[in-house]
């Protein structure tokens, strides 16, 4: 069975957006590189650092799935139906869209984070499983549900907004050493829950 990994690109004081639900800085390290790269979307091209570039090439093949809040869906509009980084996105909610105009995306709807991840690890097999940063990491995290974290850092402050682990007030949890890797305006921590 593949890994549950919590991941996002956050702000150096932990924010994966401001209160706006604005990025910001945070992501432009995707189109300040000479190398270009793609997720699993042939339309959407990120231009990055070469050690950047080896970095998403290591561990973006690995997702299988992602798992998204309802937000974010809405935000992206679920990226037109194509999975960004995935081959199928669970997004947990508690009222699936029924207007949205890409019925045969693939993409599942589930209530909660424990049912999200049970589907999404059914479906990666020994592949790995993405969440996205906010609310879902923190209740992934309080239950128990995470194998690795890849965090992102940018160097930059956004002083207040929506933060990686979202309200997380849970137990104490510790992460094995992380795997380093500096890119071009970001640094990319890869850990392993201990």
Known sequence: MGNVVATAVVSLDGFVADLEDRVGPLFDWYNNG?????GTDPDRAFHVSPAS??????TWPNF???IVGRRL????NGWNGVPPASEHVFVVTHRAPTDWPFPDAPYTFVNGIEEAVAQARAYAGDRDVSITGGNLTGQAIAAGLVD???YSV?????????????DYVGP???LDNPRVVE???VTHLHYRVS
């Open 34 to 38: 000479p190398v270009e790269i793609y």
């Open 53 to 58: 570039a080896e970095y998403m090439r290591s």
């Open 64 to 66: 299988a799935a992602s």
């Open 73 to 76: 869906f809405d935000l992206t």
């Open 148 to 150: 690795e974290i890849a």
């Open 154 to 166: 940018v160097p930059a402050l956004l002083g207040t907004g929506k933060r990686f682990f979202g």
């Open 172 to 174: 104490e949890v510790l």
């Open 183 to 185: 890119g071009d305006r």
